[in-house]
């Protein structure tokens, strides 16, 4: 079982609630995206459903955890301060309310009502980049993960001015007047999203993470493969959106080639740090080996589609039917696997690291149920596989259901389990984490 590792700077870190707050939020997405999920596979037809759906995991989960998740680890990783805590506050309640107005627009199908809440959106993740950024930018020189970090916030970037601009357009189509289509700037915006700010975002953290937490460190042909990532991955995203932009299909070759390369690079670099842990499995690394798994399948099933037309709107996230494996299977566990460390390493630290010496404390793996653990990694395990089944083989929409019903359910257990670390050992209620307090201190 694992406490605190040595190499990291826990003074450096914000007040518990900032991030603590992301990563409840972002649970609360991630059940109404399942729930979501759920009326999609029933094949219900309320509203814009199945774009509703990928903003509420995309947006809703996946991002406002990596905006938690940087806040705390920049500054604990990097050994400086966060630039502005206040800046970290507000930027989730911008991105919350946007993202609940934009979806709500999208059920309703009151696509006037878009660019208001993207606008807040886009200026949430706009506070979110100066942040982090002028948090990075009091380093010297940058690690790998800093670096990835660095790349991932101008994704960022580009993912939001894409992202107003198709808001913009679907009451007052001026991608009309532009020399883009909107098919084609929908799939830049899809991919600077997800192979830009989130995969990039989960490369660099797992360099970090997958180290720290099995003890070891990269040697042999992990240096020349983490160099094949590093140097092709960012390159090869730009290319591939470039070119679905442009619509110029050896542009997008070229860079889907790339960024094919790199992540079955680094799933060898992550299957080899796994399988020679030094530590004792806990629910993170159990996580991570479905990540090396759905990686390296999802990789090398885009390779005929990409190389074929990577132009092609089923073959946007890589071979037709692999959605579920890219976005459940690999950042889905990614982001299921850190949160059990994570939360409960920030509410050990505020509760009982003082009192190391002085009396019995539990370490950081002991504050949640291992029970509850187990079930949700079956339940989520069991409802992605379902779900990836249904799409690669054309089941029934039973199958689909009964996927995300398996989905929803691990999703609930997961949920229960963090949020109880919370309510069990955080010095602060749930409540006081949502909303903040004396104790919340401000710095700028």
Not at 122 to 128: A, E, I, Y
Not at 337 to 343: A, C, D, K, N
Not at 380 to 399: E, T, W
Not at 410 to 432: C, D, K, M, W, Y
């Amino acid at each position: 079982m694992s406490a605190i590792p040595a190499d990291v700077d826990a003074g450096q870190q914000p007040p518990m609630t900032v991030p603590l707050r992301h990563f409840l939020v972002a649970n609360l997405f991630l059940l109404f995206g399942v729930l979501a999920g759920v009326g999609v596979a029933l094949d219900s037809t309320f509203g814009f459903l199945s774009l509703a759906h990928v903003h509420l995991l995309l947006v809703g989960w996946v991002c406002v955890t990596i905006m938690g998740a940087m806040t705390q680890f920049v500054p604990v990783w990097s050994g400086v301060e966060l630039h502005s805590t206040r800046l970290a506050a507000a930027q989730l309640w911008l991105v919350a309310a946007g993202l609940l107005g934009f979806a709500g627009s999208l059920l309703a199908a009151e696509l006037a009502l878009l660019p208001g809440f993207g606008a807040l959106m886009l200026l949430g993740f706009w506070l979110f980049v100066y942040n982090i950024g002028r948090t990075l930018a009091a380093k010297a020189a940058l690690d790998v993960t800093e670096r990835h970090f660095a790349l991932a916030l101008g994704f960022f970037v580009f993912t939001t001015l894409l992202g107003i601009l198709l808001a913009v357009d679907f009451s007052r189509p001026i991608l009309a007047s532009l020399p883009v289509t909107r098919p084609g700037v929908v799939q830049a915006h899809a991919t600077v999203a997800v192979f830009g700010a989130v995969l990039t975002t989960v490369l660099g953290a797992l360099y970090q993470l997958a180290t720290m937490f099995t003890q070891t460190d990269l040697h042999g042909v992990d240096v020349p493969l983490r160099r094949v990532e590093e140097l092709g991955y960012p390159v090869g995203v730009l290319l591939l959106a470039t070119g679905r932009l442009l619509d110029a299909a050896l542009l997008a070759r070229v860079g889907a080639v790339l960024v094919l390369a790199a992540l079955l690079a680094f799933a060898v670099v992550l299957g080899r740090r796994l399988r020679e842990t030094q530590v004792d499995w806990t629910p993170m690394l159990s996580r991570y080996v479905v990540v090396t798994a759905a990686l390296a399948l999802w990789a090398v099933l885009a390779v005929p589609a990409w190389l074929t037309d990577p132009l092609a709107s089923a073959a946007l996230f890589g071979a037709p039917g692999t959605s579920h494996l890219l976005l459940l299977g690999v950042v889905g566990f990614v982001v299921l696997g850190t949160l059990y460390h994570v939360v409960p390493f920030i509410v050990w630290v505020h509760r009982y690291s003082d009192l190391l010496g002085y009396e019995p404390v539990p370490m950081v793996d002991d504050l949640y149920d291992d029970r509850i653990a187990a079930a949700d990694f079956a339940c989520f395990l069991g409802g992605s596989a379902l779900l990836v089944a249904a799409d690669l083989f054309g089941l029934p929409s039973v199958v689909s259901a009964s996927g995300g019903g398996l989905t929803l359910l691990g999703t609930a257990l997961f949920i229960l389990n963090i949020a109880g670390v919370v309510r069990e050992h955080s010095p602060q209620s749930l409540t006081a984490v949502l909303v903040g307090g004396r104790t919340e201190t401000q710095t700028d």
